[in-house]
Structures are given as C-alpha cells and as structure tokens.
C-alpha cells in the first residue's frame, strides 16, 4: 500500500444492501470507490450490532482495492488477528476502546494490518499525540459512531491540528461520518485526505442500478477538487 494523500473515497457497507454486501462492494468499486469501508459494531462500545471478522472474510474475494475496517467494538485485542486473516488491510481501532491503544496498535502492525487509531467527537487530537510512529491513519469521527445517516459534527480544527501534529509522516487522516458534497470540501480544506461516506454514496442507487453511486462519488470528488493539502 503506497501512501499519497490524494482524496480518496471510501464507501461505507453500513448504507449498503446487507442482502448483498459482495455484490454491492463489487458495483461501488467498479462505480470509483477508491477504499471499501467496513463499520463492525458490537452494540457495546456503540449501541448497534453490524456485522464480524466471517462477513469481511466473505466480501475480502470481491473487494479489488483497499478493505478498511473500523472497528467500533471494545475489547480490541481479542479480534486483531481475526480481522487480519479475513483479508482487512486496515485496522481502526478507537482509542476510547480501553487503556492500552499503544499495545492495540502494535498488535494490528504485528499482524501485518496497516493500524489506525479513531477519534470520537468529543476526544481531542491531543490523544493521539504518542501513537504517531505507531498510526498508518487517524480517523475523526464526525458523528458519534453507531449509525450511518447522521448529522455531520464539524471537526475542522480538530483535523487542523491533527494535520499540524502529522506533519509530513505518511499518516492518512480519513473522516468518518455525514460526509457529502457540502461537508467534503471543509474536511479536505482542513487537511483529510480519506472521505467515508455511506448515505451519500449509497443512496438512489442498487446492485441492479449502480449508475447513481458513481454519480454520488463523483459529485463528493468534484466538491474537494483544490482543496488537496
Ligand atoms: C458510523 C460509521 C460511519 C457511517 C458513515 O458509526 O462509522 O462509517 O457508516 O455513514 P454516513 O456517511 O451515512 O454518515
Ligand atoms: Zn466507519
């Protein structure tokens, strides 16, 4: 995995048919995802339950590019190994997951992942001041983490100074949550250079008629056009 920070777009499965999650990886990549974003949730650490390690092992033979899985679960550890054997390429954890986020990261370079480190809304860019040389991404939360279709939490001074601190270390920073044509353009001014956007990719479109999410992930790549960083 190259790094540049070139804006990239990374559909979340979470607004997908979950009748088809194989089949709509394939459509949305074919249709310009650049990443395929993958929410597992364990209605623990967030109040909702998607999906595990078996369904990332299921879509990893119809994802062509970058399997990105946030993982919104608590503990972290336990699954590391799980997630990496079914094909993830990234591994997010989230740093209000436990005490030990520096081990957690370790652990998922150590199991040959790319490791990131996820921020809610209401942690500061601070947190991550010690897990630079650990992180391959950070991700900021831009609504508090459960459900797609939310409303969008501006974090653009958040994202600042975590562009700030990241300086010129090979260190994605990737948005998570209401992201769409309107809020894109803040969040790469700001300094991110990965946009994951479920509901907007997703909606008016179908395994069967896939022409809008290419539409929708066209429209979200024109709105940032020169903001890049
Ligand atoms: C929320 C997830 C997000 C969410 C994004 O907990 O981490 O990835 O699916 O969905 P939208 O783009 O619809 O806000
Ligand atoms: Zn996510």
Known sequence: MSFDRSIKIAPSILASDFANFGAECAAVEAQGADWIHVDVMDGHFVPNITFGAATCAAIRPHIKGIMDVHLMISPVDAYIEDFARAGADIITA???????????????????????????????????????????????????????????????????????????????????????????????RAGADVLVAGSAVFRGGSVSDPAPYGKNIRAIREATAGTYV
Do not use: W
């Open 94 to 188: 989230h740093v209000e997951a436990g005490p030990h986020i520096h081990r957690t990261l370790q652990a998922i370079r150590a199991s040959g992942a790319k490791a990131g480190v996820a921020l809610n809304p209401g942690t500061p860019a601070s947190a991550v001041a010690e897990l630079l040389d650990l992180a391959d991404l950070v991700c900021v939360m831009t609504v508090n983490p459960g459900f797609g279709g939310q409303k969008f939490i501006d974090m653009s001074k958040k994202i600042m100074s975590l562009r700030e601190m990241i300086g010129d270390r090979p260190i994605h920073i990737e948005i998570d949550g209401g992201v769409d044509p309107v809020t894109a353009p803040l969040v790469a």
